[in-house]
């Protein structure tokens, strides 16, 4: 891979059409050569890579039979990663606006089980502390009911950046904003009443009730041109690839 040609985005265009379950059998080998590439890939994922999160997530998914496609897409992560090898996390205190979050969800994504995408991001000293991008454990029934389980989720990491804080000795008596970009959600997380459209959602999920009541996550909601967490749940073109990396604070030295 070293003589690749570099390329612009983690993903090629139109990648979703091989993101599905092989009907095959990979031989042994095929498979560990796989597993070792993607274990390498979220490696560098979970240290330093968050623009690698989609990516590799749901390719790793196919870890234990995969198809010549899943191995040209990780190969082409590698040609990403060639031509953003000097990007990094920059963090600057003096301009940091206090820890805030993102999340975001597409629905029913996932061509094999219907199951959505939900990926978060927290901020602090305006660049990225963690991020994730998985695959959510119930169907969705609608992009409300997508993002507000991602709500959730996403304001259980935040509760416990919030603990960490405090152990660290900062001052965290004012709620963590946490952004998305459906106001359906918001409207149903700052509802404490359970309706017919709602009611099947897990107890789980409804916690985040609590945490806006008690005034520890402060819902806003925030349009999805400037929604960073995007890149966590699909492939992005270059330009908006690009865009939301400098908004996590992952940019050239």
């Known amino acids: 891979m070293a003589d690749v040609n570099p390329n612009h985005t983690p993903l090629p265009s139109g990648a979703d059409v091989y993101l599905i379950k092989y009907d095959?059998?990979?031989?042994?080998?095929?498979?560990?050569?796989?597993?070792?590439?993607?274990?390498?890939?979220?490696?560098?994922?979970?240290?330093?890579?968050?623009?690698l999160s989609f990516a590799v997530s749901r390719l790793a998914q196919y870890a234990f039979n995969l198809s010549s496609q899943h191995l040209r897409l990780a190969q082409y992560v590698l040609s990403y990663l060639l031509k953003t090898k000097d990007m990094c996390l920059s963090y600057d205190g003096a301009k940091g606006n206090g820890l805030h979050g993102y999340t975001d969800s597409s629905l029913g994504d996932q061509t094999d089980d219907r199951h959505s995408t939900c990926g978060f991001v927290f901020l602090l000293a305006n660049t990225a502390i963690g991020w994730a991008s998985r695959k959510q454990r119930t169907v969705a029934q609608n992009t409300t009911e997508a993002e507000y389980?991602?709500?959730?989720?996403?304001?259980?990491?935040?509760?416990?950046?919030?603990?960490?804080?405090?152990?660290?000795?900062y001052d965290v008596n004012a709620p963590?904003?946490?952004?998305?970009?459906?106001?359906?959600?918001?409207?149903?997380?700052?509802?404490?009443?359970?309706?017919?459209?709602s009611k099947h959602i897990e107890i789980r999920h409804h916690v985040l009730h609590k945490y806006s009541e008690s005034r520890h996550i402060s819902l806003i909601r925030t349009p999805t041109a400037e929604m960073v967490a995007d890149g966590?749940?699909?492939?992005?073109?270059?330009?908006l690839l690009q865009r939301f990396n400098l908004g996590m604070g992952l940019s050239q030295p």
């Open 232 to 239: 966590f749940t699909k492939s992005l073109p270059h330009a």
């Open 24 to 51: 095959g059998q990979a031989t042994q080998s095929e498979i560990k050569h796989y597993q070792s590439l993607i274990s390498s890939l979220l490696y560098i994922q979970i240290g330093t890579c968050p623009d």
């Open 176 to 197: 963590i904003p946490l952004h998305c970009d459906n106001k359906g959600a918001i409207d149903l997380a700052l509802n404490p009443v359970t309706g017919c459209r």
């Open 149 to 169: 389980m991602a709500m959730a989720d996403t304001s259980n990491q935040g509760i416990w950046y919030r603990s960490f804080l405090a152990e660290l000795g």
